[in-house]
C-alpha cells in the first residue's frame, strides 16, 4: 500500500470528519431509513431511497476516510530542524520578481489543499518546483498562466 503524507492538521481534520459521520450523521440516516420505512410501500417511498442513497454515500466516504488514515504518513514539520530547506509541510514565503508580490503557501497532502487558504498539494506544479530548494533561492516555476520566477524568502516548520 502506498504512503499519503499528511500533516498532523489533515490527519486530524479527517479523524474529526470521521467522527462527525459515525456519531451524527450515520445514526440521523438510519432514523430517517426507519422512518420512511413506516409510510408503507418502498418501491414509491422517495423518502427512503433518499435516505438509502446517503448512507450509501456516507459509508463510502467513512471507508475513504478509514482508508487514507490507514495509509497516512504523518509528517510533523515542527519536531524537525529547520534547516531553511523546503519540505513537506513547510509554509514557504515567495516574492515574484516580476511584480514585488508576496504570496505564502504551505505544502500539505492532495486532501489538505485549498489554495484560497495557502494550502497546496504537494503534487502541484508549485510545491513540485519548491520542494528541495532553500531559504534565498530563486526558482523558476511552470504555472498554467505561465512561467513565473520566484525568490524565497521565507522558510518555516510551524
Do not use: W
Not at 470521521?18 to 430517517?32: G, W
Amino acid at each position: 500500500m502506498q504512503q499519503i503524507p499528511m500533516t498532523v492538521r489533515g490527519a486530524e481534520l479527517l479523524r474529526k470528519e470521521l467522527e462527525q459521520l459515525k456519531n451524527v450523521r450515520r445514526p440521523e440516516i438510519i432514523k430517517a431509513i426507519a422512518e420512511a420505512r413506516e409510510h408503507g410501500d418502498l418501491k414509491e417511498n422517495a423518502e427512503y431511497h433518499a435516505a438509502r442513497e446517503q448512507q450509501g454515500f456516507c459509508e463510502g466516504r467513512i471507508q475513504e476516510i478509514e482508508g487514507k488514515l490507514g495509509a497516512a504518513q504523518i509528517i510533523d514539520v515542527t519536531a524537525m530542524p529547520n534547516n531553511g530547506k523546503i519540505i513537506f509541510g513547510a509554509t514557504v514565503e515567495l516574492v515574484n520578481v516580476e511584480t514585488d508580490e508576496e504570496v505564502s503557501y504551505r505544502i500539505v497532502g492532495d486532501d489538505e489543499a485549498d489554495i484560497k487558504q495557502g494550502l497546496i498539494s504537494v503534487n502541484s506544479p508549485i510545491a513540485r518546483g519548491l520542494i528541495g530548494k532553500e531559504l534565498d533561492d530563486s526558482v523558476t516555476i511552470k504555472t498554467p498562466g505561465g512561467t513565473v520566477e520566484f525568490d524565497i524568502v521565507g522558510v518555516e516548520y510551524i
